[in-house]
Structure formats: structure tokens, C-alpha cells
């Protein structure tokens, strides 16, 4: 009897970690995939339906909601629902950003075209788009903290890697669905094909909000939450006076991540076929495969950090993309065929970006104390986002043009952003084994025996 008694409560807590881990995958996978169908349709179909060219208004709005609303609003969003998720718990806060990001999306889907409404139809697509960034702030911070607080900490690495694993996932459906889209008939496409994938974003969110129902709120909180009954639970003052220094380590990293990320995921085309002249499919091809070749990575390299700590997976994948970014271009500028590409873009995004984004579920969630995790993790990694994930395209961009159609500045771009976000890593602390229940700096520090 007493063995049936003990074995299932371990059977119901592992059943219940797996229901995180799937909360947390799905959940990443549709913000994700709601990114990626928003730039992708701003390529394709919002400058014909959305922001006609023939009209300076919506041309200015296109631009400012294409290329700032969605990273400059992600902090906002990342501070406010964080520190919900500080005050109030990490499911509720996870099920609101998920309705308040999947109905921006829904939305999409039927906003009226330029040619209907005029001036109307961008101004709304950007405030929806706004919505949205709102929502997607907190998304992955708070998956992220959510998987590595119910994990055990021996597999927390690994645990959190799905998140990640959910982002790469997001991508694929998206560049899937609008592959399958586009192969209507033109004026087909443009009328009503483009719509379905956003539309189709309902079933996610649908099978989402069921499993994020279903979950116990986090362990982790509950205990701060009982440890400090009577403190104030910390604002984002707080944070930043108390914590900098965890702060200063997910910006420094997640600068040299998203350089290296953004530089594959959206600068690569416009360069292969503006600078290059090669076929448009090149490039999108070769992300597809780079992208299935990081969410294979992902949980290899998580799974490392379990072994070896976080902070030398995270260096070993910053110190590869700087050696690896001049050969990476050298290959793309003489190989000029879509296998070489392809090659390339898959080693700098399955080994530079997959070590770099898979210790950061557990690392992030580490660095900070529980009742700052959501306001921290989400604060500095919007942050930095909101910095390099809006300008690294048009960096690069000009940084070509200025060496006339040359890639050694844009290079030198990534081994810059490498170097700051190897210097934070490096002078920041290990964290593999921290209390995520410990609810001070002091806490945390004692219980590792290494300085903030």
C-alpha cells in the first residue's frame, strides 16, 4: 500500500511537468508563428493591400508599424505582464498573453484592405500589430519560467529547452503555411489566401488555452509567494536597482543571439537576391533548414548545460559565431549555389544561435530571484530585443551599402555584438543547481557560493 501511495503523487507531478513542457512548446510555437506570418505578409501582401505605395500616409505607417511597433512594444508588454506574473502568478498571466496575442492575430485576418476602408485599414493593422507585441512580450519569459520552475533541477537545461524548441517550431508552421498559400493563383492570394493563415492561428491558440488551463500554478512562486507575505513584491525600480547585474547578462547575451539570428532570418534574403543576384528561393530555403536544424539542436545543447553548466555552452556558442561569421560569408559570397547557402546558414544557426538560445530558459530564470523573475526576465531580453531585433536588419543593410556591396562590415557587426555578449556572460556567475524558490540576492548567492 505505502508504495502505491508514494508512487502517485511522482506519477502525477512528472505527468504534470509534461503538460508544462507542452504549455510551454505551444505556446512559444504561436507566438512565434504569429511573428513570422506578420513579416512575412508585410513582404508579400500588406504593401499591395495594406500600405499602397501611391499614398504617403499609409506608406509612413507601414513603415513605422513593419519596422518598429512590433520589437519597441515587446517591452512594454514584457514589464507589464511580468510584473503581473510577479504579483499574481505565472499561469494566469501566461493564459491572458496568450488571448490578448492570439486574438490580435485572429484579427489580422480580417482587417479590411486599403482599397475598402483607405487610411483606416493600416491604422488598424498597426494597432493590432501593437496588441500583439504587447502580448508576445511576456510570452517567451514567462514559458520559459514556467518549464524551469516545475522542472527538476538536475534536467532544468533540458526541461527549458522547449520554449526554445517552440520558437523554431513557430517559424516552420508559419513559413509552411504561407509556402502552401502562395501557390494559389495570384489575385487569389492576394484577395483571400493570405488571410488563412492568420486565421488558422485559432486552432493553436484553442489547443494552447485547454493545456494552459489544466496547470498548477508554479511551485517556485508559490513558495517566495509564502516566503515574503508581508514585502512588497518587487516593481520594476526594484529590479533594476537590486538585480542589474542578472539584467546585465541576459542583455549581453540575448544582444549577440539576436544579431546572429536576425542576421539569418532576415537579412540573408534581401541580401542574396539585392546584393548577390541570386534566386529568391535561396533564401528562404535555406532558413527552413536552418531552422529545422535548430529546433534538432536545441534540446542537444540544453541538455549539455545539465552537464556542464550554462554559462560554457552560451561562451562556446558566442566565441563559434564570431570565428564563424567571416568563413560564413565567404562561403555565401563565392559559392553562389543553394546548397552551399543553405550549408552555411544551417551550421550558424544549429551550432552558434542553438548554443547561444538553449541555456536560456534555465540560465535567465536562475539569475534572477523568484518574486523578480518575470519583471527581470522579461525587461532586459524585450530590451534587447526592442535594440537589436528592429535594427539589425537595417544595420546591416546600410553596412553594405557603405562597403559597396561588401560583407566584411556586417561581419564585423556580429564579432562586435559577440564580444558584448561575451563579456557579460563571462564575468556573470554560473547558475546550474540555484533554489528558484529563493526570494533575495543574498539567497541566491549563499546557496551557490558565487557573487551577483
Known sequence: ???????????????????????????????????????????????????????????????FGTLAIGYFVRPLGGVLFGRLGDLFGRKRVLVITLLVMGASTVGMALVPTYGQVGVLAPVLLVVLRAVQGLGAGAEYGGAAILAAEFSQPRRRGLFGAAPSVGVYIGILLASGA??????????????????????????????ALVIRLRLAESPAFEAAQERSKTAEISPVREVVRTEWKAGLVVFGLQTAQNVVAYLNLTFLAAYLTDTLELSSSTGPVAVTVGTAVTAVALP???????????????????????????PYFWVIDHAHTPLTVTLAVAVSMGIGVGCMFAPQA?????????????????????????????????????LVAATEGRSWGVALFVIASCAIGGLAVGLGPETRGRDLAATSVDTLRDSTGTYR
Request: glycine share 6%; net charge positive.
Open 362 to 398: 534555465a540560465y535567465y530564470s536562475e539569475l534572477f530571484t523568484a518574486r523578480s523573475r518575470f519583471t527581470g526576465l522579461a525587461l532586459y531580453r524585450e530590451a534587447a530585443g526592442a535594440v537589436t531585433g528592429g535594427l539589425t536588419p537595417l544595420i546591416a543593410v546600410a
Open 1 to 63: 500500500m505505502s508504495t502505491l501511495t508514494t508512487a502517485k503523487p511522482t506519477h502525477t507531478a512528472a505527468a504534470h511537468r509534461r503538460r508544462v513542457l507542452l504549455a510551454s512548446l505551444v505556446g512559444s510555437a504561436l507566438e512565434w508563428y504569429d511573428f513570422y506570418l506578420y513579416g512575412t505578409a508585410a513582404a508579400l501582401v500588406f504593401n499591395k493591400v495594406i500600405f499602397p505605395s501611391f499614398d504617403p500616409t499609409a506608406s509612413l505607417l507601414a513603415s
Open 178 to 207: 504561407f509556402a502552401l498559400v502562395t501557390q494559389l493563383p495570384e489575385d487569389q492570394f492576394l484577395a483571400w489566401g493570405w488571410r488563412v493563415p492568420f486565421a488558422a492561428s485559432v486552432l493553436v491558440i484553442a489547443v
Open 300 to 326: 542537444l545543447f540544453a541538455h549539455l548545460t545539465d552537464r556542464v553548466g550554462r554559462k560554457p555552452v552560451a561562451l562556446a556558442g558566442i566565441v563559434f559565431s564570431a570565428a564563424f561569421v567571416f
